[in-house]
């Protein structure tokens, strides 16, 4: 543990560590051509040089400098760490409201992820940017254990008028709780009618929604026996996308399409 920690130390104490490997990453190089290229100064950059000699992750001979094989290895973990803590820091308060399944993700992948939370002045902002993104979409597709009264008559209007293809997979239990609403009943009979909605028997612990290529995740907290949502993690990550589809058609498949017939009589 000592020496892991005094190779991260050696690369977090100068903002020019990483820089300068990185350089060298790229091939052969000068102390000249670092200062250059990094904008290090002199005795800085002789310093990482030497310091990395000593380590074994950077060769020499006479002026000019590469990174090891051990250097390469070294500098990507050293990357990947710090991109997993720059993607935790992004996530911020959201970490704790992350979903169980978004959590198996690499946390590099939420570097450029949005988090929309709603404020004192609009407390429905996650909700306002939701339907934002459906209303200029083409597709979108719904795992999820509950659903939002107004994204689902959004969702079905523009449905209906033929400008959204939509299909979803609902938490069984879900549909339940539809007895006695018979306004959010028509949101689901059309689509069931359509066979476009599926109940999944099992838990369904994650909401999300895959619109075009975004990945819209809803960070929810625990408060008692209820679910609160606290806001949206948005991405157009290529990888989050995969690992979305991926989940989806994996409850697709374990699920069984609505039968229009069972939903509550309005």
């Known amino acids: ?43 800085t950059v002789a310093r990482i040089l030497n310091e990395g000699e000593s380590q074994g992750w950077i ?3 006479g002026s000019h400098y590469e990174l090891t094989t051990k250097g390469a290895i070294t500098l990507e973990a050293v990357r990947d760490s710090l991109q997993t803590i720059e993607g935790i820091e992004h996530l911020g308060e959201a970490i704790t409201w992350l979903p169980a399944p978004a959590r198996s993700l690499d946390y590099r992948l939420f570097r450029a992820a949005e988090i929309i939370t709603g404020r004192p002045a609009n407390p429905t902002e996650p909700f306002d940017f939701v339907s934002e993104r459906i209303r200029t979409a083409d597709r979108i597709r719904t ?6 009264p107004r994204l689902t008559e959004l969702i079905n209007e523009r449905s209906i008028a033929g400008r959204l293809e939509c299909e979803a997979v609902m938490k069984a239990s879900f549909f339940d709780t539809l007895a006695g609403r018979p306004g959010v009943v028509s949101h689901w009979r059309a689509p069931a009618e359509r066979d476009e909605v599926w109940r ?30 606290q806001g949206a993690l948005v991405t157009e990550s290529c990888a989050v996308l995969s ?3 991926s989940l989806y058609e994996e409850y697709r498949a374990g699920a069984e399409l609505v039968d229009p017939a069972t939903l509550p009589v309005t």
């Open 59 to 61: 060769d020499s001979e």
């Open 143 to 148: 795992l999820a254990w509950t659903g939002v």
């Open 200 to 229: 999944y028997e099992g838990d369904v612990p994650i909401s999300l929604h895959i619109i075009d290529g975004t990945v819209v995740i809803w960070l929810d907290e625990q408060r008692g026996d209820e679910l609160v949502v």
């Open 1 to 43: 543990m000592d020496s892991a920690r005094n190779v991260l130390q050696f690369f977090t104490n100068s903002a020019h560590s990483v820089p300068v490997f990185e350089a060298l990453d790229d091939g052969v190089t000068t102390g000249s051509g670092l200062v250059d290229r990094t904008g290090a100064s002199r005795a």
């Open 243 to 245: 690992w979305a589809e």
